[in-house]
């Protein structure tokens, strides 16, 4: 799928453990897909599998139209992510993070100033942008990781879990922001066990002891029970 993500029959076993088990997927340009899953349900290895932190025996990986098997540079260059566990330099300003972060993509040197500025402009954070890591709350940290991952203009957004352990604020400030980039085009895969992040009108895909249970758009799938009511039914996991 050119300009989304792709996943076909990919599998991923820990020892005799088996943390995916022939899971497909599409999210197009212009969708916000939200991976639901209660813990344990492999979404961590997924977005590993996604991200190439991990290498899957089985199955195929395309991201923007690139094969991360046999093009992985041309694949992850098209990919913006924000991992569970913050990976910020806390001694780093936010300016000096995201300026490593456009080094590391090796994006031209006069390009940068005026990408980190857009970049925190989106994110109402250009007033914090020489103020170290460890000096902005939870939520703020959140929206510096996200402008990172924007940084290099990626076709595809991943994050995993965004929103663990920031407050109901904060939460509902990045949902709606991550929406409002796939209305713009972005493709985005959101991972996450909270009911309450999901709209209606996004793709849904149900990860479950490694496998794909459903697939399709949240309000038809969810009939007339509230999400958390039929996620637990599905699931046995309060959300």
Not at 142 to 165: I, Q, S, Y
Request: with cysteine; proline share 4%.
């Amino acid at each position: 799928m050119t300009g989304g993500l792709s996943v076909r029959d990919l599998s991923f076993h820990y020892g005799q453990k088996c943390a995916l088990d022939a899971v497909s997927l599409d999210v197009a340009p212009g969708r916000f897909c939200a991976l639901l899953g209660p813990n344990g349900a492999g979404k961590s290895t997924l977005v590993s599998l996604l991200t190439r932190l991990l290498v899957a025996p089985e199955g195929d990986i395309h991201i923007a139209g690139h094969d991360l098997r046999t093009a992985p540079r041309k694949a992850l260059a098209a990919l913006g992510v924000v991992f569970q566990q913050p990976t910020l330099d806390l001694n780093l300003t936010v300016r000096q993070n995201l300026g490593y972060f456009a080094a590391l993509h090796g994006l031209p040197r006069g390009e940068v100033p005026g990408r980190i500025d857009a970049a925190l402009g989106r994110l109402d954070m250009r007033a914090r942008a020489d103020e170290k890591a460890r000096a902005l709350n939870g939520g703020h940290r959140r929206r510096m990781e996200l402008a990172r991952a924007l940084l290099h203009e990626p076709k595809v957004l991943l994050l995993d879990e965004p929103t663990v352990g920031l407050d109901a604020a904060a939460r509902a400030a990045i949902t709606a922001h991550v929406h409002d980039l796939a209305e713009q085009g972005l493709c985005v895969l959101w991972t996450t066990h909270l009911t309450d992040e999901v709209r209606d009108s996004d793709a849904l895909l149900v990860l479950h002891r490694g496998q794909i249970l459903h697939a399709g758009i949240t309000g038809e799938i969810r009939g007339d029970a509230p999400l958390s009511d039929w996620f637990l039914a599905q699931t046995g996991a309060a959300a």
